[in-house]
């Protein structure tokens, strides 16, 4: 061994140039790649005005309950009693009765707030991220109701399903510190 | 009813035309006299940032401890274990993501399109398992890898495979490897994830195809020592490259051979090289030259038919591509070829952009894997060449050894040299 290490033959010499060559390159790419990188882990989040509810985020994610949710932007919200969110197009009643609901969980709570206004909150355990009443609400509504990855579910894949199927890229990725891409100007915890 | 049936429809039928119109405020928020207040917004936090450096640490930390037990220890056992734990912790715990294989593409990507930053704990995924290959051999893949762990974990009844089966269906990979990068620099898809076939049972759910790829994987893995490390794996393709170079590998016995052949059947992955006979050599080393130096100048044939070979589909491979898809459907719809609408189609039109901007950025991607077409063809006829080239060559081989790129440090076949357990043997009557 000893030997070896004070004349080291031309194979030898050969292999540890490479070596030294492919330790370099994985230093030179540090430093290019390193100027440019971000210090934080970077996380998917759905632009919400790219978004055009089609209904991918329900099916598409790799978890058996998709990772996206809706969220309801209550400073835009106009608390219709009519909420083109909540009821179907042709409601036969204005009850929350589950054959006038849009939700196809009942995952939207309707509660009486003071005349005419009626306040619309998400259970998300019941959502499901179908965006049925995204839809809705942006036909008609004030656009107040809009799908994001919540981030306690997502399991951040490197390239996330529903990106591969969102047919208006609203998908994208963000850095961790602003992981949300909120419509209005609610307080958030 | 406060609010009119009628003067909803009206407000309805006046917003109807077309387009959503994104957060129009059509109902004015409202004053509220009854003091309510509106409820807050939840926005889980995300994991937090430290656990992404916890997760490099146990990476780092469970590469060290591999080249420890592969190199120094040479326990099987304790490799075994260390692979468990880090099935247990990179596959299940953490659903397999992300993963060094993966990380190829964040790194081509960030290599290519300046607006992407790679996270810095992606890069050291990447980055890690390749200095330890440089320095230990592929100790990633035999304790580390949760891919690799259950495979290996499965293997019950290996069979062996005639070596040109590994040489042939081995090139898959660097096809592979070639396509994620090509796919991963144009932005088109992370193909690796897409297909990665474990990632679905680390996370106990995914799609029926993945499903299915990886059961089959698994399947035949019950006989085949790891056919995805061995076959497929891309980010194996590089680690091949650097263990052919590292500072210190996998020896079968731990000190000198005795030829005893003992070993010979113990590799499961058909890495241990058999001491060259002296029929091996008996065709005249002319002829050797001679076939050695056609495959030589044959290299560039190779290279120029596969570039030029794969440039000539660069449409159906752009078709990965989102924009390039896209344009194609709108060219369709605005030809009057069809008639009904995509959502895609549908939410262009919404943005108002001019579909000869979208045509435009379509001819750039098919242009890019245009060229992009010659370099993966080049990559894959320099591979089959070199490939050729390497077999073409004989090398004299007095003992057992491991093959440097295909051996995967698994450490099976320690325990069946003699002189290793003499050696454990002499260790036992010292402590005793």
Not at chain 2, 77 to 84: D, E, G, P, S
Request: glycine letters at 8%; one cysteine or more.
């Amino acid at each position: 061994m000893e030997k070896d290490k004070k004349n080291p033959n031309r194979r030898d010499f050969l292999v540890n140039t490479l070596r030294g060559g492919c330790l370099l390159g994985a230093g030179g790419l540090v430093g290019v790649l390193g100027r440019g990188s971000s210090g934080q882990k970077m996380l998917w989040q759905i632009d919400p005005y790219k978004c055009i509810a089609c209904g991918n985020c329900a099916t598409y994610c790799v978890l058996e309950e998709s990772a996206v949710k809706c969220m309801h932007a209550f400073a835009l919200c106009g608390y219709c009693e009519l909420c083109t969110g909540f009821f179907e197009p042709q409601p036969q009643s204005l009850d929350s009765g589950a054959e006038n609901q849009l939700c196809p969980t009942g995952a939207i709570k309707r509660r009486f707030v003071e005349d005419p206004y009626f306040e619309y909150t998400i259970d998300e355990k019941l959502c499901i991220g179908c965006g049925k009443c995204v839809k809705g609400c942006n036909a008609f509504g004030n656009g107040s109701l809009f799908l994001q990855v919540r981030h306690d579910r997502c399991l951040n894949c490197n390239e996330c399903a529903i990106a591969v199927a969102c047919p208006s890229g609203a998908f994208t990725r963000v850095p961790a510190d602003k992981p949300y891409l909120l419509k209005g100007t609610d307080k958030t915890t | 009813m406060r609010q009119p049936w009628s003067r909803i429809i009206i407000f309805s039928l006046l917003l109807w035309p077309g387009r959503f119109a994104w957060a129009a405020e059509r109902f004015p928020p409202p004053d509220f006299d009854s003091g309510y207040q509106l409820p807050l917004t939840v926005t889980p936090a995300p994991r937090a940032q430290i656990y992404e450096y916890l997760d490099v640490l146990v990476l780092l930390v469970a590469l060290a401890l591999a080249a420890y037990l592969i190199l120094k220890k040479r326990s099987r056992r304790a490799i075994f274990a260390l692979m468990v734990f880090s099935l247990i912790y990179f596959g299940f715990w953490r659903k397999g993501c992300i993963c060094p294989i993966g990380a190829v593409q964040n790194v081509t990507l960030a290599i290519f399109d300046s607006h992407y930053a790679i996270p810095v704990t992606v890069l050291l995924f990447f980055l890690l398992p390749l200095v330890f290959t440089l320095f230990f051999g592929r100790v990633f893949c035999a304790a580390v890898c949760p891919l690799g762990a259950i495979q290996d974990a499965v293997l019950v009844r290996p069979v062996r495979l005639p070596e040109w089966v590994d040489h042939v269906v081995g090139l898959l990979a660097y096809v592979y490897l070639g396509a994620a990068v090509l796919f991963a620099a144009t932005g088109s898809a992370f193909i690796i994830c897409q297909y990665d076939p474990f990632v679905s049972f680390f996370r106990l759910t995914g799609g029926l195809n993945i499903l299915i790829l990886g059961g089959s994987l698994l399947l035949i893995g019950l006989f085949i020592g790891r056919p995805y490390c061995r076959f497929l794996c891309p980010y194996g393709v590089i680690l091949r490259w650097f263990s052919r170079i590292s500072q210190q590998r996998v020896t079968i016995t731990p000190n000198d051979c005795i030829n005893c052949r003992l070993c010979e059947e113990s590799c499961p992955f058909g890495a241990i090289q058999t001491p060259t006979t002296a029929e091996y050599f008996t065709p005249p080393p002319d002829k050797e030259r001679l076939s050695f130096i056609i495959l030589l100048i044959l290299l560039p044939v190779f290279m120029l038919l596969g570039g030029w070979s794969i440039s000539r589909v660069n449409e159906p491979l752009s078709l990965m591509h989102k924009t390039v898809r896209l344009a194609e459907r709108m060219y369709l719809e605005e030809t009057g070829k069809v008639n009904d609408t995509t959502n895609e189609s549908d939410a262009f039109r919404t943005t108002g952009e001019p579909v000869d901007e979208l045509y435009r950025q379509a001819r750039q991607i098919r242009r890019q894997f245009s060229w992009g077409g010659w370099l993966l063809g080049g990559f894959i006829g320099l591979v089959i060449g070199g490939k050729s080239l390497g077999l073409a060559v004989r090398r004299k081989r007095k003992e057992y050894e491991a093959d440097r790129a295909r051996c995967l440090a698994c450490g099976r076949c320690y325990s069946y040299c003699p002189i290793e357990r003499r050696k454990f043997a002499i260790i036992c009557e010292k402590t005793i």
